[in-house]
């Protein structure tokens, strides 16, 4: 397990599922806003190399996600998106992802699970990505959403 700032941070199943734990400073409500209004999702979505340059979402059981990363070097973009599972208002999100294939569908597909619990007016975020295909993919989630989530942090600061 590896521990950054606030966050923690470990991998099972052969490394291939992805866990980060991690409290931000702002109650549930706010937590769980900027995971779902695409709105603030472009404030904070994606590493700081690859910010994110476009965020729908219809957040219900069923409904779609897609957003778009832009790389700040290149321009490269990296197109990925999913259906939402469950649902729970300040409290859970699960979700699959799946970046775009070069022929446009989707490729290898995880399950996203996102926990949030109320610490006295600050919000415990669990964070789980199963099951990846490779301990590289998996540690290429790890760096681009801690990235993604100190960003995060920056907004509540």
């Avoid at 966050?7 to 992805?18: C, F, M, N, P």
């Avoid at 832009?70 to 999913?82: P, T, V």
Wanted: charged share 25%; net charge negative; with cysteine.
């Amino acid at each position: 397990m590896v521990q950054n700032n606030n966050a923690e941070i470990a991998t099972t199943a052969a490394g291939r599922v992805l866990t980060i734990n991690r409290v931000f400073n702002a109650p549930c409500p706010l937590v769980f806003k900027a995971f779902t209004d695409p709105k603030r999702m472009l404030q904070w979505l994606g590493p700081r190399d690859y910010p994110a340059s476009f965020v729908e979402a219809d957040v219900r059981p069923g409904g779609k996600w897609r957003a778009c990363l832009d790389s700040a070097a290149s321009g490269e973009q990296l197109w990925h998106g999913g259906t939402y599972h469950e649902v729970v208002p300040d409290r859970r999100l699960v979700f699959t992802f799946a970046w775009d294939q070069e022929d446009g569908k989707a490729g290898m597909e995880t399950l996203v699970r996102i926990d949030f619990e109320d610490l006295a007016g600050m919000t415990k975020m669990q964070f789980q990505q199963s099951e990846f295909d490779t301990v590289e993919n998996c540690d290429g989630h790890r760096m681009g959403w801690n990235s993604a989530f100190d960003r995060l942090e920056e907004l509540f600061a």
